[in-house]
């Protein structure tokens, strides 16, 4: 059975850290462009990063520029999402989600190509 898990979000102060960790099984995660997405109450799901399956490269979103890494444990058939200085506008459920095209950079802007998510994760930043 093909599944992805995410888990790892909470409550936590301005400033604080999270790491989100996006579990893969019935598959190898290692083929897959990997992204993280997020949804806040009353907006659309933005995408924030993602990891491309053919070179490793990573990609952000402005707004989290610097301050969140994705990163691959091929061991564990993971990827996580370590955010620093959280603010509060980072309050949202964070999804990961798996695209099996090969060759092609993956992306963050759209949420099309990816067809397997996880359940998602809340994340809420407040004092």
């Known amino acids: 059975q093909v599944q992805l898990v995410d888990s790892g979000g909470g409550l936590v102060q301005p400033g604080g850290s999270l790491r989100l960790s996006c579990a893969a099984s019935?598959?190898?995660?290692?083929?897959?462009?990997v992204g993280w997405f997020r949804q806040a109450p009353g907006k659309e799901r933005e995408g924030v990063s993602c990891?491309?399956?053919?070179?490793?490269?990573?990609y952000y979103a402005d707004s989290v520029k610097g301050r969140f890494t994705i990163s691959r444990d091929s061991a564990q058939n993971t990827v996580y999402l370590q955010m620093n200085s959280l603010r509060p506008e980072d309050t949202a459920t964070y999804y990961c989600?798996?695209?099996?095209?090969?060759?092609?950079?993956?992306?963050?802007?759209?949420?099309?190509?990816?067809?397997?998510w996880g359940q998602g994760t809340q994340v809420t930043v407040s004092s």
């Open positions: 989600a798996a695209d099996g095209a090969q060759g092609v950079r993956c992306t963050y802007y759209s949420d099309a190509p990816y067809d397997h």
């Open positions: 019935g598959f190898t995660l290692d083929y897959y462009n």
């Open positions: 990891i491309s399956s053919s070179d490793g490269s990573t």
